[in-house]
């Protein structure tokens, strides 16, 4: 009998906490907490659109940082190897041979790209001559870019003097406000030095 009544007294307990359980289960989220639960979500939401947007951006970006690694290095290049004015030497005839920068280059497009892609054609990077253009950097770019490329210097015989500026312009959400990229090199007592870093000025734009 003592255990009957036990087990009875323990029945009812565990059926009383199960009533009050089930009378919170039904009673749901409050207001607050739902309203606590939205603002949460929203934040998180905010920062997720935030980062895509921020890894989009810079991965349209490093477009530009490694076009313009490339120039860089074509155009010290450029410089150690020597240049002829003419195709043809007469007998007994001297070449006008040079070592210098290129001489500067038409931009590629000659508008900026506002948020759409430009596809170049070899016509483009074939402008120039031995000693001047794009033909003298013998850069070239064959897939679709953001970004319009230009590349100025002055050509020089005396390998001393000299230097360059090659720039990537971009409007990547086309809202008219134009984002450069630049690099630059100079050339000291016969050796081209580039400058360690891409100038940056409104990258995302």
Not at 107 to 135: E, H, I, N
């Amino acid at each position: 009998m003592v255990i009957n009544a036990c087990e009875q007294r323990a029945r009812k307990k565990v059926s009383i906490k199960m009533s009050q359980w089930s009378k919170k289960a039904q009673r749901g989220f409050t207001l607050i907490e739902l309203m606590i639960v939205v603002a949460i979500v929203g934040i998180l939401s905010v920062l997720a659109i935030y980062g895509v947007r921020k890894y989009v951006a810079n991965a349209k970006t490093a477009e530009a940082r490694n076009s313009l690694g490339q120039i860089a290095k074509d155009a010290a290049t450029a410089v150690e190897r020597e240049k002829g004015a003419s195709a043809l030497v007469a007998p007994a005839g001297l070449s006008a041979v040079m070592r210098s920068f290129c001489g500067s280059a038409i931009a590629v497009p000659s508008t900026v790209p506002k948020g759409q892609k430009y596809q170049s054609q070899a016509s483009d990077w074939s402008s120039g001559s031995a000693t001047a253009g794009w033909l003298c950097l013998k850069f070239s770019m064959d897939e679709p870019q953001y970004y319009s490329y230009n590349y100025s210097a002055a050509p020089s015989t005396d390998p001393n003097v000299g230097g360059f500026l090659a720039t990537a312009n971009g409007d990547l959400n086309g809202n008219g406000v134009n984002s450069t990229f630049s690099v630059s090199g100079t050339a000291y007592s016969g050796v081209v030095g580039i400058s360690p870093n891409v100038q940056e000025t409104n990258p995302e734009e």
